[in-house]
């Protein structure tokens, strides 16, 4: 599986827009890229998933190059409660044997 | 959305003791659901593979003979933390793929979690 690498931690404001950059330069031709969202003590929520181009969802967008070595998870106007961590990965996903094996995430601070 | 449930959502148990965690797919058929560990301030690990029907496949450094897993149905896996010691203590998260289907316009399978368990062995 792609090996994935998410900066460790970002701060932003609220109101802002926050863009999480992740490198999978090792992606293969049917992996696909899925940003997944948790919070202590929870498990991960998805939040967004896509191949290439640009996938947009009622929550956030997700951008992927045409090298597809990289994508980037862009969040519109957080709030204190987008605070979490967020994790990229990458991987087959056309069979539900097919695993996923999560990178470090990006811990995302959101302040008043 | 399909539904993964995790039971129970905390324990506290002794040491020496065992743990079962049930995990559940309520609204659809999971033949192979995943087991991770979740130290605090660390990512999730995999640990396991849970298939039903037959035997689970453990990630590599994961003992089997300590993390007992039983596929016994479609939409029920348990992990068994035997003989189990403080440093087993940790988030135990499970999760299921839902197979094939246009789910919310995503062509292939979706990964849904459960709540977690949060295991502490005194």
């Known amino acids: 599986l792609a090996k994935t690498t998410q900066p460790i931690s970002m701060d932003s404001y609220e109101g802002q827009e926050v863009n999480i950059t992740c490198s999978h330069n090792?992606?293969?031709?049917?992996?696909?890229i899925t940003w997944y969202q948790q919070f202590p003590s929870q498990g991960p929520r998805f939040i967004i998933q896509g191949y290439k181009t640009k996938v947009t969802n009622e929550v956030a967008s997700l951008f992927i190059p045409a090298d597809r070595k990289s994508s980037t998870l862009s969040l519109p106007r957080v709030s204190l409660s987008d605070t979490a961590v967020y994790y990229c990965?990458?991987?087959?996903?056309?069979?539900?044997?097919?695993?996923?094996?999560f990178g470090s995430g990006t811990k995302l601070n959101v302040k008043p | 959305g399909a539904v993964v449930s995790q039971h129970p959502s905390w324990v506290i148990c002794k040491s020496g003791t065992s743990v079962k965690i049930e995990c559940r797919s309520l609204d659809f058929q999971a033949t192979t659901m995943f087991w991770y560990r979740q130290f605090p301030k660390q990512s999730l690990m995999l640990m396991a593979t849970?298939?039903?029907?037959?035997?689970?496949?453990?990630e590599q450094g994961v003992e089997k003979d300590k993390f007992l897993i039983n596929h016994a149905s479609l939409t029920l896996s348990t992990l068994t933390v035997t003989s189990a010691h403080p440093e087993d203590s940790s988030f135990y998260i499970c999760?299921?793929?839902?197979?094939?289907?246009?789910?919310?316009?995503?062509?292939?399978?979706?990964?849904?979690f459960g709540q977690g368990t949060r295991l502490t062995v005194v």
């Open positions: 090792n992606i293969a031709t049917n992996d696909y």
């Open positions: 999760s299921a793929r839902r197979q094939g289907g246009m789910n919310r316009g995503l062509a292939n399978t979706e990964a849904f």
């Open positions: 849970s298939n039903e029907g037959s035997k689970a496949t453990y």
């Open positions: 990965l990458v991987g087959p996903l056309l069979y539900n044997f097919n695993k996923f094996y």
